[in-house]
């Protein structure tokens, strides 16, 4: 029986460490950005995403997630805090800033936005993005938008 027991302790350590490691990057998200109504328009034809959850960081490129990924094309987006504080008074220095980074990919070029939003504590936060985005040259251009709704939770 000790055998038993030294090796349900073992398991327990494995499974406690995988745990940690496991939960250990949300531990430094500040908060969740829900992307709901995600919609890109290229050339006319409207194509609908699935709704994602980026995690809001102090870090840059960290937590990005997929909104949209088709043909040679990928949109991708991460949150992150805003750390620059403004001059304006008492209420300013309250303020919840975010910048959303948005970033589009195709055929070996890369266009990066970035959107930022400041909050007042008691306002709710709820972002509007809409941003477009020309890849390419001459015959091969392409006019890509993308527009969402994000919550902060």
Do not use: C
């Amino acid at each position: 029986m000790p055998a038993l027991n030294e090796r349900i302790m073992y398991l327990l350590k494995i499974t406690l460490i995988l745990t940690a490691l496991l939960v250990a990057p949300l531990a430094h998200a500040q908060g969740k950005l829900l992307i709901t109504n995600i919609t890109v328009n290229e050339e006319g034809i409207e194509t609908v995403g699935s709704d994602v959850t980026a995690l809001i960081t102090a870090s840059p490129n960290k937590g990005r997630v997929v909104l949209y990924e088709k043909d040679g094309v990928q949109i991708g987006a991460w949150v992150r805090t805003n750390t620059h504080h403004t001059s304006g008074g008492s209420s300013a220095k309250n303020n919840v800033g975010i910048i959303v980074v948005l970033d589009l990919v195709a055929h070996l070029q890369r266009e990066k936005r970035e959107v930022g939003y400041s909050f007042l504590p008691e306002e709710e936060r709820i972002l509007r993005i809409a941003e477009k985005f020309t890849v390419g040259t001459g015959k091969t251009k392409r006019k890509i938008t993308v527009s969402f709704i994000g919550k902060i939770e």
